[in-house]
C-alpha cells in the first residue's frame, strides 16, 4: 500500500490540533515564565514542528529549516514585543515554506505568502484575540487560511493517489460510448 502525503488535510488537522493545545500548553507555561514568553515559545514550537512537515512534503531534508528556526528562537528572548515576534514568525515561516521546501519563482512566492501568511493574520487580527480561547481559535483559523496554499500551488513532488482500475476503465468506456 502507497502512502499519500495530504498536506491540505493534514495543514487543517495540525490547525486543529494546534489550537487545541494552546490553552494548556499557555497554562503550563505561565508557570514556568512570563504570559508573552510563553506565547513566543508555543507558537515557535508549533511553526517548529509545522516546518519539519513541510520539509518532508517538499522533500527536503529537516536541516535545512535548522537555521530560520535558530533564528527565531534567539528572537523569542530577544523581541519585547508580541506583535513584532508575530510579524517576523511569520516572516520565516515564508521563508521556510516558499524559500525552503516548496521553492516558487520570486513573484509568486510575493504573491502567494503576501496573500495567505499576511492575509491569515489580519483575520487573525481582525477578531482581535485577547484571551487564550480566541486565540486558540486564531490559531485555528490561522491555518484553515494556510491550507489553502496547496491548493494555489499543488505540489507536483508529493505522490499522487494511485486510481483505481475499475475507474480508468469506466473512464476508457465512457470515452468509447461518446
Not at 515564565?33 to 509545522?50: P, R, S, V
Not at 493574520?121 to 486558540?136: K, R
Request: hydrophobic share 55%; proline share 4%; with cysteine.
Amino acid at each position: 500500500m502507497k502512502t499519500t502525503q495530504r498536506p491540505i488535510r493534514n495543514t487543517i488537522v495540525f490547525g486543529l490540533v494546534f489550537g487545541l493545545a494552546f490553552i494548556p500548553l499557555n497554562s503550563l507555561l505561565g508557570y514556568v515564565t512570563d504570559a508573552a514568553t510563553a506565547f513566543k515559545i508555543i507558537l515557535w514550537t508549533y511553526l517548529a514542528t509545522y516546518g519539519f512537515f513541510l520539509t518532508r512534503w517538499g522533500r527536503n531534508r529537516p536541516i535545512s529549516i535548522f537555521f530560520p528556526l535558530l533564528l527565531l528562537l534567539i528572537f523569542v528572548f530577544i523581541v519585547n514585543s508580541n506583535s513584532a515576534y508575530l510579524l517576523l514568525a511569520l516572516i520565516i515561516f515564508s521563508w521556510i515554506r516558499s524559500g525552503v521546501c516548496f521553492q516558487q519563482s520570486l513573484s509568486k512566492m510575493l504573491g502567494a505568502e503576501l496573500l495567505l501568511s499576511l492575509g491569515g493574520a489580519i483575520l487573525v487580527a481582525w477578531f482581535a484575540p485577547c484571551s487564550t480561547f480566541t486565540w486558540a481559535l486564531g490559531i485555528l483559523m490561522f491555518f484553515l487560511v494556510q491550507s489553502i496554499y496547496f491548493v494555489i500551488f499543488e505540489n507536483k513532488n508529493h505522490e499522487q493517489v494511485p486510481t483505481d482500475p475499475f475507474e480508468e476503465a469506466m473512464v476508457r468506456a465512457e470515452k468509447i460510448i461518446s
